[in-house]
């Protein structure tokens, strides 16, 4: 039998275009170099990403492009795979939603189990659609202010603050494929009712690693009460249930529900009863994602597992990143503002692309990308690479590799740490680029 594994899950990237800077310098880079230093200490880890094709946004950038979803999913889907593996990011499980036909069929599954266990109850629900065209509200399709720290938001959740918001409970909402006004209709759905799992939540977020700011919103949650998630509904993008389509993130709290046990055991779990018994060999579980993440890795996928027969306390910790900007502003692939990873990767070493956005990473607060920031970082960078030899200098290496080691753990993650480390030896001693550097660069 193998030993119990520690997982690692970083957010699916949406292919409704191509992976840029900002997206490297959260999730993905930084827990590349996690695992990578995980496993330098003899850690059994599972790394775990994938596509994310469900979210509509997709479907509204083909339409923007004047292409099928199809297309725009193989050209978009194609450069985010392609930028990550120039990039060095490597991961055990890579779900393909859109191409893996027992996925779908697990996340359905996972899905009725939940219904039939009475976990989660179809009922009669208000929902939003555009009084222009009929089409139900949610994510792409509605924009307003966030009723919580008022920052623009889209429906499913806020950018500025990572509270769940819907069409109903944005302030000033309007469909962006009409610019029209949400009207309310009646639909007959399935719903988690996040607040029937208190109890167990309380306990996860008592015990599991996460940030202040990410506490401040689950403190909210406590105080005024969980919400009631639609689970799926009617729309024209996502995996089909009936005659509905199941929600993006309800889909990816059940795909790794169903998908991790399936890698686990080799098999394909049936029932939620052989989904909880693939996690049994799972030891730990930590989530990588920007703070607009933050409800779905904290709430609701807990809530989720919790439902599913899963220990939600295998969560240990969550490590967050704010935005990162680019010349002041967010880098943003609806708006076109941003510097593609594919392209900057192609033209730089990754190595160093690597290093410099560790030691930029928008842990704490945003941080901007500039070229002179990026050129100044380079240069300084490689003259350590280079440098002359001498004994001080290796001193002061062996000194701080136990300190970027450290600087690399799940339990304090912190990897500009472990950058300035190298950078303040003056010259790398062998030692050091056994261990932090290689897991920094990915080499």
Same mark, same amino acid.
């Given at each position: 039998?193998?030993?119990?594994?520690?997982?690692?899950?970083?957010?699916?990237?949406?292919?409704?275009?191509?992976?840029?800077?900002?997206?490297?310098?959260?999730?993905?880079?930084?827990?590349?170099?996690?695992? %990578?230093?995980?496993?330098?200490?003899?850690?059994?880890? #599972?790394?775990?990403?994938?596509?994310?094709?469900?979210?509509?946004?997709?479907?509204?950038?083909?339409?923007? $492009?004047?292409?099928?979803?199809?297309?725009?999913?193989?050209?978009?889907?194609?450069?985010? %795979?392609?930028?990550?593996?120039?990039? %060095?990011? &490597?991961?055990?499980?890579?779900?393909?939603?859109? @191409?893996?036909?027992?996925? %779908?069929?697990?996340?359905?599954?996972? =899905?009725?189990?939940?219904?039939?266990?009475?976990?989660?109850?179809?009922?009669?629900?208000?929902?939003?659609?555009?009084?222009?065209?009929?089409?139900?509200?949610?994510?792409?399709?509605?924009?307003?202010?966030?009723?919580? +720290?008022?920052?623009?938001?889209?429906?499913? *959740?806020?950018?500025? +603050?990572?509270?769940? #918001? *819907?069409?109903?409970?944005?302030?000033?909402?309007?469909?962006? +494929? +009409?610019?029209? &006004?949400?009207?309310?209709?009646?639909?007959?759905?399935?719903?988690?009712?996040?607040?029937?799992?208190?109890?167990?939540?309380?306990?996860?977020?008592?015990?599991?690693?996460?940030?202040?700011?990410?506490? @401040?919103?689950?403190?909210?949650?406590?105080?005024?009460?969980?919400?009631?998630?639609?689970?799926?509904?009617?729309?024209?993008?996502?995996?089909?249930?009936?005659?509905?389509? #199941?929600?993006?993130?309800?889909?990816?709290?059940?795909?790794?529900?169903?998908?991790?046990?399936?890698?686990?055991?080799?098999? $394909?779990?049936?029932?939620?009863?052989?989904?909880?018994?693939? !996690?049994?060999?799972?030891?730990?579980? !930590?989530?990588?994602?920007?703070?607009?993440?933050?409800?779905?890795? @904290?709430?609701?996928?807990?809530?989720?597992? @919790?439902?599913?027969? =899963?220990?939600?306390?295998?969560?240990?910790?969550?490590?967050?990143?704010?935005?990162?900007?680019?010349?002041?502003?967010?880098?943003?692939?609806?708006?076109?503002?941003?510097? !593609?990873?594919?392209?900057?990767?192609?033209?730089?070493?990754?190595?160093?692309?690597?290093?410099?956005?560790?030691?930029?990473?928008? &842990?704490?607060?945003?941080?901007?990308? *500039?070229?002179?920031?990026?050129?100044?970082?380079?240069?300084?960078?490689?003259?350590?690479?280079?440098?002359?030899?001498?004994?001080?200098?290796?001193?002061?290496?062996?000194?701080?590799?136990?300190?970027?080691?450290?600087?690399?753990?799940?339990?304090?993650?912190?990897?500009?740490?472990?950058?300035?480390?190298?950078? $303040?030896?003056?010259?790398?001693?062998?030692?050091?680029?056994?261990?932090?550097?290689a897991a920094l660069t990915g080499a």
């Amino acid at each position: 039998m193998r030993d119990p594994v520690t997982l690692v899950l970083s957010t699916p990237p949406t292919p409704n275009g191509p992976l840029h800077v900002g997206h490297l310098s959260g999730p993905y880079i930084a827990a590349d170099i996690a695992v %990578r230093a995980a496993r330098a200490e003899g850690r059994a880890v #599972v790394s775990v990403c994938g596509l994310d094709p469900h979210q509509n946004y997709v479907l509204a950038r083909a339409e923007s $492009d004047g292409t099928s979803p199809e297309v725009a999913l193989d050209k978009y889907g194609s450069l985010v %795979r392609d930028a990550m593996a120039v990039a %060095r990011i &490597d991961h055990d499980v890579f779900f393909e939603p859109d @191409t893996d036909t027992a996925y %779908r069929q697990g996340v359905v599954r996972v =899905l009725d189990g939940l219904l039939e266990r009475g976990a989660a109850t179809v009922e009669d629900t208000t929902v939003m659609r555009c009084a222009g065209c009929g089409r139900t509200l949610h994510h792409v399709r509605v924009a307003g202010r966030c009723p919580s +720290c008022g920052e623009g938001a889209s429906g499913g *959740t806020c950018e500025g +603050c990572g509270s769940f #918001v *819907t069409a109903a409970t944005l302030i000033d909402a309007r469909s962006t +494929c +009409c610019q029209a &006004d949400p009207t309310p209709a009646q639909q007959r759905i399935p719903v988690l009712h996040l607040e029937r799992w208190r109890a167990e939540l309380t306990q996860v977020w008592a015990r599991a690693q996460v940030p202040s700011r990410v506490r @401040t919103l689950l403190a909210g949650y406590l105080d005024h009460g969980l919400p009631a998630v639609p689970l799926a509904y009617e729309t024209d993008w996502g995996i089909r249930w009936g005659d509905l389509r #199941v929600d993006v993130w309800a889909e990816m709290a059940f795909g790794y529900v169903y998908g991790i046990a399936r890698h686990l055991t080799g098999t $394909d779990p049936t029932d939620l009863a052989a989904c909880a018994a693939g !996690w049994s060999g799972v030891a730990g579980m !930590w989530n990588f994602f920007g703070i607009d993440n933050a409800f779905y890795y @904290t709430v609701l996928n807990p809530a989720v597992m @919790t439902a599913a027969g =899963l220990d939600p306390g295998l969560l240990r910790g969550v490590v967050v990143n704010e935005f990162y900007r680019l010349d002041g502003l967010k880098f943003s692939t609806s708006r076109d503002h941003a510097i !593609w990873a594919h392209e900057f990767l192609a033209a730089e070493d990754p190595a160093v692309v690597r290093a410099y956005l560790s030691w930029e990473r928008p &842990d704490r607060s945003s941080t901007d990308f *500039t070229r002179a920031g990026y050129e100044a970082f380079k240069q300084r960078w490689t003259a350590v690479m280079n440098g002359p030899g001498s004994d001080a200098p290796r001193v002061l290496a062996e000194k701080d590799a136990d300190r970027a080691a450290q600087a690399l753990r799940l339990e304090s993650f912190d990897p500009a740490v472990a950058v300035r480390c190298v950078l $303040d030896a003056h010259q790398v001693d062998p030692a050091l680029v056994a261990g932090s550097l290689a897991a920094l660069t990915g080499a």
